[in-house]
T-cell receptor
Framework: SQQGEEDPQALSIQEGENATMNCSYK?????LQWYRQNSGRGLVHLIL?????REKHSGRLRVTLDTSKKSSSLLITASRAADTASYFC???????????FGAGTTVTVRA | GAGVSQSPSNKVTEKGKDVELRCDPI?????LYWYRQRLGQGLEFLIY????????KSGLPSDRFSAERTGESVSTLTIQRTQQEDSAVYLC???????????FGPGTRLTVL
């Protein structure tokens, strides 16, 4: 069963705007990761945040983690057409290898 | 190689036929995962290999599915007597124990007619 649930399912924004998507999960985690998938193919790792971290930045990406609410958010600032993709959160529930993925948020950036 | 590779990239087969999907890991990666992704959905874990340890097959949906890996080399996922509901993208990922990030291949898109 899926541990993470992304919200919204789909998001359409204008180039230059920010995109925010959320992930909620059910059980305690060691870390939470965000991945991007273009055109339904392989996933690319974006960023990992550990359970003892609250916020992390990587370029135009900002991830927050609230373990009390069992939720995370991914913010993409100053979006570009190339950011059009599906974004997935994945949680590591502590068995040191098995990631549980949500159903993803599909982001469309309009030029 | 530079990344995880999978073959074939696309496979169309008839219901009832067997298919074999291949994954070539990043050299040196001891962990290998297979996932299934149905259209518009997230990834379902299928099976995990770690070095020479017994694989975790807990995600395989039926006994028609099996996977093999010899040591830290190539892995094959076999689906016997394919059904239409097996149509999906099958993704392989590799990594190392203690390394949280998984590196994904481009996937094999399987269509069962």
């Amino acid at each position: 069963s899926q541990q993470g649930e992304e919200d919204p399912q789909a998001l359409s924004i204008q180039e230059g705007e920010n995109a925010t998507m959320n992930c909620s999960y059910k059980t305690s985690i060691n870390n939470l990761q965000w991945y991007r998938q273009n055109s339904g193919r392989g996933l690319v790792h974006l960023i990992l945040i550990r359970s003892n971290e609250r916020e992390k930045h990587s370029g135009r990406l900002r991830v927050t983690l609230d373990t009390s609410k069992k939720s995370s958010s991914l913010l993409i600032t100053a979006s570009r057409a190339a950011d059009t993709a599906s974004y997935f959160c994945a949680t590591d529930a502590g068995n040191d290898y098995k990631l549980s993925f949500g159903a993803g948020t599909t982001v469309t950036v309009r030029a | 190689g530079a990344g995880v590779s999978q073959s074939p990239s696309n496979k169309v087969t008839e219901k009832g036929k067997d298919v074999e999907l291949r994954c070539d890991p990043i050299s040196g990666h001891t962990a290998l995962y297979w996932y299934r992704q149905r259209l518009g959905q997230g990834l379902e874990f299928l099976i995990y290999f770690q070095g020479n340890s017994a694989p975790d097959k807990s995600g395989l949906p039926s006994d028609r599915f099996s996977a093999e890996r010899t040591g830290e080399s190539v892995s094959t996922l076999t689906i016997q007597r394919t059904q239409q509901e097996d149509s999906a993208v099958y993704l392989c990922a590799t990594g190392n124990r203690g390394m949280d990030t998984q590196y994904f291949g481009p996937g094999t898109r399987l269509t069962v007619l």
